[in-house]
């Protein structure tokens, strides 16, 4: 009964100040619509730099001369690492295995075939569960016996490094935008609402008057707020479907695009954006027409 | 639900509105001895309704709305409160519905010190309170039926009390037949008596006026008058700040009457000092 009321109060104050809802409806609107052309792009990069960050493989290369027991006791410790949770997995890649892996890549792998004898040292790609655990890996192999002498361990420090400091600024540098973004449309709100309260500020007056409570006086207007919010969120969503089916999946499925090509990149899925989208718009509305009636509300 | 029924007031009062010559009809001394309403926030037991106590009230720590005011309303009783523009008769009202706090003394009604009062139980207070204004203070895009029923429904009665009460509240004020009505549709007499009618649907044990005949012709006025006495007569403390000397001349009530934020008289009788001098304001 009550929620029936403050419905009724919601629509008969949207009604009444019309232009006023429009303008609130249209600040929700670019707001979610802000978030929602944000939050996918932010994952597809935090993604891509993941499976970049992913791919920081040690490569321990064993040496031609080694014994089959030293390589037993090599592979004892790499299997060792692997119980402690330090290596997600390694994989042995034998001599053969490494030349043919050469041939795949060389552009006129008959070169090779001019080769007296396989140059190529077989070695153990190893992968470390967390990229940070790389360090960990070449520490309990390095001065090992097996290891061979020329190549010894081969990983891109440097460049997981950078990877992951990309990947936290990456991180940081994206909650900070939203969270910037999410502030900048309460506050927005709140102040296309408060034109709407200032309309209504008669009627609050009686409200008091009359006894209401804070909280009764609070809900037609949050309620309204919410209506303005999710209006604004369905548009923007429709907008967001319009530009993901127009431009950004001709785009993925052009064959040319790098970063699709590596196939591990993720993004939000639509029904999920269009899910919190909806709910941010909602959660916009309500709050930033309750931030803004504390105001009037203090008596 | 049961509430209602024990609020003696709403059916005496009907009745007494149903009779012609009301004042044969006097109900029963205010019934400050029933069971507590929820939400109630009056203290039972007798005493005062309205008790100023050395109330000072600064604006901008400079000007004085009220200086030094010590006054006490019993219940039941029917009190106006007059005296020129500016001589304090809004600061006394608004300190009564806690609008404003006063700088030094206390405010209590039905027998709660307003200052000890916590503010999220200051609508509880408003509704003990019916307050009605010169400028009636309607929703203009709400017929008569709905500017009442607003009152209930703020206060979380259901729809069936408020299809029962407001009618009921209406033909009280005598606005029977006019329920549909906007304001901007009706005169200002009816305005007044719909606002009335708000104030009184929530049964409050005191009704405060402030100029409620201010905007109205001598005649209509003494229809609004009238309506507030009968409301009076069935318990209902009343409280009018007013300076229509006519009124309240032709009404021969006791007159608190304040000038420059002070009690310069307080008494039964007319609006000025001697009841047979209706000249000017001394």
């Not at chain 1, 429709?238 to 785009?251: E, H």
């Not at chain 1, 993720?266 to 709910?279: D, E, G, Y």
């Not at chain 1, 509305?285 to 203090?298: C, D, M, N, W």
């Not at chain 2, 007798?46 to 004085?64: A, L, N, S």
Request: net charge neutral; with cysteine; hydrophobic share 45%.
């Amino acid at each position: 009964m009550r929620l029936g009321m403050f419905f009724r109060e919601a629509l008969r104050s949207i009604r009444a100040n019309a232009a006023i809802s429009v303008a609130a409806t249209v600040t929700a609107l670019i707001a979610v619509f802000i978030l929602g052309a944000f939050i996918p792009s932010f994952m597809y990069v935090r993604s891509a730099v993941d499976a970049q960050t992913a791919k920081v493989d040690v490569d321990v290369y064993i040496s031609d001369t080694a014994s089959v027991v030293q390589v037993n006791k090599l592979t004892a410790k790499l299997d060792g690492l692997k119980a402690t949770g330090i290596v997600s997995d390694f994989t042995y890649v034998s001599k053969n295995d490494a030349l043919a892996q050469m041939r795949e890549r060389l552009r006129d792998p008959s070169v090779l075939d001019e080769l007296p004898t396989n140059p190529l040292p077989a070695k153990f790609n190893v992968q470390p569960a967390q990229p940070e655990n790389a360090n960990a890996v070449v520490a309990a192999v390095t001065n090992d016996p097996a290891l061979d002498p020329v190549e010894g361990i081969v990983y891109p420090q440097t460049t997981a490094d950078r990877l992951l400091t990309a990947a936290k600024f990456v991180q940081w540098g994206g909650f900070a935008l939203i969270g910037i973004l999410l502030v900048a449309a309460i506050l927005l709100i709140g102040n296309t609402i408060r034109l709407s309260i200032y309309a209504r500020r008669r009627e609050i007056e009686v409200m008091r008057l009359v006894g209401a409570t804070n909280s009764f006086i609070r809900w037609p207007f949050m309620i309204e707020g919410v209506i303005c919010g999710l209006a604004g969120a369905v548009v923007a969503v429709a907008m967001l479907w319009g530009i993901k089916l127009g431009v950004v999946d001709a785009w993925a499925s052009s064959a040319d695009t790098a970063l699709t090509k590596t196939g591990s990149t993720t993004t939000i899925s639509f029904p999920a954006l269009t899910l919190l989208l909806v709910v941010a718009g909602a959660v916009l509305g309500a709050v930033g027409s309750g931030i803004t009636l504390r105001r009037f509300l203090r008596i | 639900m049961a509430r209602i029924e024990e609020q003696a007031p709403a059916f005496t009062l009907v009745e007494a509105a149903q009779q012609e010559h009301a004042d044969d009809l006097v109900v029963s001394p205010p019934v400050v001895s029933e069971k507590r309403r929820r939400g109630d926030i009056f203290r039972p037991g007798p005493g005062p309704m309205v008790d100023f106590k050395g109330v000072i009230k600064e604006y901008d720590g400079q000007h004085r709305g009220l200086n030094g005011v010590s006054v006490s309303i019993g219940t039941g009783e029917f009190v106006f409160l007059v005296g020129p523009s500016g001589s304090g008769k809004s600061t006394f009202i608004r300190l009564c519905i806690r609008e404003l706090r006063p700088t030094s003394g206390s405010v209590s009604i039905g027998g709660r010190d307003l200052g000890e009062l916590r503010k999220s139980k200051v609508p509880y207070l408003r509704r003990a309170i019916g307050c009605v204004f010169q400028d009636f203070r309607l929703l203009s895009d709400r017929t008569a039926i709905e500017n009442v029923a607003y009152a209930l429904q703020v206060t979380g009665h259901n729809k069936q009390e408020v299809r029962r009460r407001v009618p009921e509240m209406l033909s009280l004020v005598g606005l029977d037949g006019k329920g549909d009505r906007l304001p901007r549709e009706m005169s200002g007499g009816e305005q007044q008596r719909v606002s009335i009618a708000r104030a009184l649907v929530n049964h409050p044990r005191l009704l405060i006026a402030d100029e409620p005949t201010g905007n109205l012709d001598p005649e209509t006025s003494m229809g609004i008058m009238d309506l507030l006495l009968r409301i009076n007569r069935t318990g209902t403390t009343v409280l009018v700040a007013t300076h229509d000397m006519h009124t309240v001349d032709r009404m021969q009530m006791r007159v608190i009457r304040l000038d420059e934020g002070r009690i310069v008289r307080d008494a039964e009788g007319g609006y000025n000092e001697d009841p047979g001098d209706t000249g000017e304001i001394v």
